[in-house]
């Protein structure tokens, strides 16, 4: 079954160290994935997507087919950094996105 | 241009009651999705609607239908709420659902619903 995982429920970082948040995907074909992100009252927004090859605010993410992967890097994490991060899979090309438990990322001064 | 509206924000019904939730899109998007985000489930995935047709399930039982009108708006529809049913019901609208550039999901604030 397709399937989403985020290893880890919660991320504790010190300002200005690099972050990872780590996703992998079970499925077979070309997945199209995103990385959506949800800061303290308010709603859950599209952060970037692995077709647009985009930096947004210092993240990045790579698709790894090899690995099955799409983790979340910044270099230099900044407090305002600090939501919860889902790494979500659009499944079968419509409206469908199957989404991971979510990471909770907490950058300290 | 005005972003996805939920209505009711806040709900509390009991145990064997319906309710209904509606969810206005983006002006000019066609493809209305709707997820429930628990603490232990995380977020999962209802249905999505486009054109008035539903064109995509998940796995939740049959209490829960939605239905989508010509303007694109939706509502969905819980029966016979169980205790397990609080939860924050978030909706998404995109143009056209599918993927590719542009055609990203922006999501409602959410109506939150407790069943007591």
């Known amino acids: 079954a397709q399937r989403v995982t985020q290893p880890e429920k919660l991320l504790s970082v010190f300002k200005g160290a690099p972050v990872e948040l780590k996703c992998n995907y079970s499925y077979s074909g070309s997945p199209e994935l995103f990385w959506y992100v949800q800061y303290s009252r308010q709603r859950l927004q599209l952060l970037l997507r692995h077709i647009s090859r985009e930096s947004i605010k210092g993240f990045t993410a790579d698709l790894n087919k090899g690995e099955t992967s799409f983790h979340l890097k910044k270099p230099f994490a900044q407090e305002e950094d600090s939501a919860m991060y889902y790494c979500?899979?659009?499944?079968?090309?419509?409206?469908?996105?199957?989404f991971g438990q979510g990471t909770e990322l907490s950058v300290k001064p | 241009k005005a972003g996805v509206t939920q209505t009711p924000r806040y709900l509390i019904k009991t145990r064997g009651q319906q309710v209904t939730l509606s969810c206005s899109p983006i002006s000019g998007h066609r493809s209305v999705s709707w997820y429930q985000q628990t603490p232990g489930q995380g977020l999962q995935f209802l249905f999505e609607y486009f054109s008035e047709t539903q064109r995509n399930k998940g796995n939740f039982p049959g209490r829960f239908s939605g239905r989508q009108f010509s303007n694109s708006r939706s509502e969905m529809n819980v029966s016979t709420l169980e205790l397990g049913d609080s939860a924050l019901y978030l909706c998404a609208s995109s143009l056209y659902g599918t993927g590719g550039l542009g055609n990203e999901q922006f999501f409602g604030p959410g109506t939150r619903l407790t069943v007591l």
């Open positions: 979500a899979f659009l499944y079968n090309q419509g409206g469908k996105l199957i």
